[in-house]
């Protein structure tokens, strides 16, 4: 628990603050290692309520970051699948919606903060990078 704690602060530091220090690639990688930490470190249901008191829980920043990197991945092979993927493991959907405004609370306030800071970072999914990792990794030698 102590690490999901760390973890969390770095992303609520780093997402929530004006003077956060992590660029959106190193946001990405925390949040994979904190989807996994989860994923492999028996918790029980206090785990969800770190961070309550702050711009976004723990729960509110899985749920919003899920829904963030459904958007915002470029392709299988990208970082940003490798954390919707991590998130999966923790999160499942179902019949959930994407939050939409700043009524769904904290699932919209990380959903938001990962945008504008995928944003800033120019992290917007490139066509021609995404042709080229999928000939790399598929195409038969030749083709």
């Known amino acids: 628990m102590k690490n999901i704690k760390r973890l969390f602060n770095v992303i609520d ?47 509110g920043l899985i749920v919003g970051a899920y829904w963030h990197y459904t958007e915002w991945h470029g392709g299988q092979w990208s970082h940003g699948y490798e954390a919707l993927s991590a998130l999966g493991d923790v999160f499942t959907p179902n019949r959930a919606m994407p939050p939409t405004s700043s009524e769904d609370g904290p699932e919209w306030e990380a959903y938001q903060a990962l945008e504008e800071l995928a944003k800033e970072d120019d992290q917007t999914p490139n066509e021609n990078e995404l042709v080229e990792k999928f000939r790399e990794n598929d195409l038969p030698e030749g083709a």
């Open 13 to 59: 530091n780093s997402l929530f603050t004006i003077n956060g220090q992590l660029t959106y690639e190193r946001i990405t990688d925390a949040i994979v290692k904190l989807a996994n930490t989860i994923s492999e470190t028996e918790t029980d249901e206090g785990v969800w309520s770190i961070g309550e008191c702050g711009a976004c829980s723990l729960d």
